[in-house]
């Protein structure tokens, strides 16, 4: 008999930051107030051990007593570890219900903070904020193990194994890349975690490596009202890049077309800010705005786009009138980098396009105060009440790509290094992200539903509206051949009688953008264009060029790659 070997290959592919939790914040909401409901609970699979420690980023949107967060619990001990708040603002640690706290108040309210705990049977523990020893103890718990087969409870502190929660005690608020190790951090590689920003992201496998990742966190079912949600960080998948947002034309412009979330900052509030983004109008009017964010009390907390005159601006709090205008009248059909920044101690605006300072007043007022996280940002509309109330003279009509919120008051060097000297398609730098500057990032908005006709478009329709195609070459090679002129024969004074051929018209600002406007209808095959007086040109599209007669007002140009 022929033995058979048979080799069998196992090919594993790399997880994907989206697989590893990356940017996926487990969210515990609380609009009804209490609840014993909403949480994630799981076997850790970790054995006995003499040393532990737990890192997170937490958001918390309450400052109360007893709210915990962790709680690990065995069947001879309902409290082998608990993690939480027991004053407002005191983190606290419990080991077999030994308590170690911080002093009250280190711990905010909304403001991503980030929590360490470090226990060892024979050093004692520790725990860190922000990086930072808050508490200490060197005998704490000495020569105590944690117990092997217990359930792990995120956002509800057991009284019973992964039962018996008190509603008084349930977190409200946000958690991010919790991870456990069954070894006791030092203070310096806590203070490493933290200083690596709250966007860290690491896919190495190596000794240092918890025991139960953040990974196997967003694996579980949470429970109730408690989800994952996106969060604010770097879209390492590339999903948002060229996604280019559009709304529709004047002809078609109504307050069913926008894109609406809730804004959170990662702190309480924004004393400072900036917003960036390429901005594509297909339409100069009187008081048209692409942005526009509100807070209770406050319809018009920031507002950017065009004052009454069609000049650019920028509005903070309107209701008190603080307003940065420029005499900047942008061109349709036409994109431009644009940015608006701001600091609230000084009052001071200032507005750049296309990297250049176009704009700038101070105006320091006592009245105005940080604009609060939590509120409802809308791209497309106005709002004159909190999430609506829109008018549908006052909607945008065009495209924004790469639009971002920093929760800083970028300098003029920063606002050029993002302006990437006109690179449509330049990534935001990555010290933007580990310095944590960033409020809302367009991956975030890229991950909304569009309401109305508002749509997020790439690769063919987003060039078709006039956007350069940030999609990877390879992937792309008929696009290429599209946009190279060497692709497109000139028949300079020629026309087509052939009326059965065509199949649509445009009025656009160039002919790079007609060209790529037929390509990307893919039945397209000839343009036949002429200058249109202060409005660029105007095309008709063909799927053949037939019927060829003399014109001395019209150039055809015919596809032939």
């Not at 971002?404 to 302006?419: H, P």
Request: hydrophobic residues 35%; glycine residues 8%; proline residues 4%.
């Amino acid at each position: 008999m022929l033995a058979a070997l048979i080799l069998i290959t196992v090919l594993v592919l790399p997880a994907t930051a989206e697989e590893l939790g990356y940017n996926k914040v487990l969210h515990f909401p609380h609009p009804d107030g209490n609840n014993d409901t909403n949480y994630i609970s799981f076997d850790p699979n970790i054995g006995e051990t003499s040393a532990f420690s737990v890192c997170a980023w937490l958001r918390k949107t309450t400052n109360d007593r007893t709210r915990y967060w962790f709680s690990y619990a065995v069947p001879e001990q309902n409290n082998e570890v608990i993690i939480g708040e027991q004053d407002p603002g005191a983190v606290v640690l419990f080991i077999h219900d030994t308590k170690l706290s911080t002093e009250s108040g280190v711990w905010p309210v909304d403001i991503w903070t980030h929590i360490c705990v470090s226990w060892s049977d024979e050093t004692g523990a520790f725990i860190a904020v922000n990086g930072e020893v808050m508490a200490s103890q060197d005998d704490f718990r000495a020569g105590s193990v944690i117990r092997a087969g217990g359930t792990l409870v995120l956002g509800q502190e057991q009284d019973n194994i992964s039962e018996e929660f008190d509603a008084t005690q349930s977190y409200h608020g946000d958690i991010y890349n919790l991870n456990m190790w069954q070894q006791a951090l030092s203070e310096a590689e806590v203070a490493s975690l933290f200083n690596s920003g709250l966007c860290r992201y690491d896919k190495s496998d190596n000794e240092t490596q918890p025991q139960v990742p953040y990974s196997v966190i967003y694996e579980q079912e949470p429970q109730g009202d408690a989800q994952f949600i996106t969060g604010f960080c770097r879209d390492l998948e590339g999903t948002s890049i060229g996604k280019v947002l559009r709304f529709p034309p004047l002809s078609n412009v109504s307050t069913e077309n926008y894109v609406q979330l809730t804004a959170v900052f990662g702190v309480e509030a924004l004393s400072d800010l900036s917003i960036c983004t390429w901005y594509f109008k297909t339409f100069t009017g009187e008081n048209r705005y692409f942005l526009s964010y509100a807070i209770p009390g406050e319809a018009n907390a920031i507002v950017f786009g065009e004052s009454n005159s069609g000049y650019l601006g920028f509005w903070i709090q309107s209701s008190s009138l603080t307003s940065y205008m420029t005499t900047v009248m942008l061109e349709e059909q036409t994109w431009y980098h644009i940015c608006a920044t701001w600091n609230n101690d000084y009052g001071r605006g200032v507005i750049y396009v296309d990297g250049e300072n176009v704009g700038e007043h101070s105006s320091p007022r006592s009245d105005l105060v940080p604009i609060p996280s939590g509120g409802i940002l809308v791209l497309g509309q106005e709002q004159d009440s909190l999430g609506g109330s829109f008018d549908a003279s006052q909607a945008f009509a065009g495209s924004l790509y790469n639009l971002y919120i920093f929760n800083v008051e970028l300098s003029a060097g920063e606002v050029t290094e993002i302006y990437a000297n006109g690179t449509f398609c330049a990534m935001l730098p990555d010290k933007f992200w580990t310095e944590n500057k960033i409020a809302v990032s367009y991956s975030t908005i890229a991950s909304m539903t569009p309401f109305g006709n508002a749509a997020f478009e790439s690769s063919d329709e987003a060039w078709k509206h006039g956007a350069p195609s940030c999609s990877a070459p390879a992937d792309h090679a008929a696009e290429e051949d599209g946009r190279n002129p060497d692709c497109w024969d000139t028949h300079q004074n020629r026309s087509s009688k052939d009326k059965d051929a065509i199949i649509g018209t445009m009025v656009v600002q160039d002919l790079e953008t007609a060209q790529a406007t037929c390509f990307a209808t893919k039945i397209c095959k000839a343009l036949t264009c002429k200058e249109k007086s202060g409005e660029g040109i105007s095309c008709v599209m063909r799927s053949v060029f037939n019927k060829v007669v003399k014109s001395s007002k019209h150039t055809s140009y015919t596809y032939t790659c």
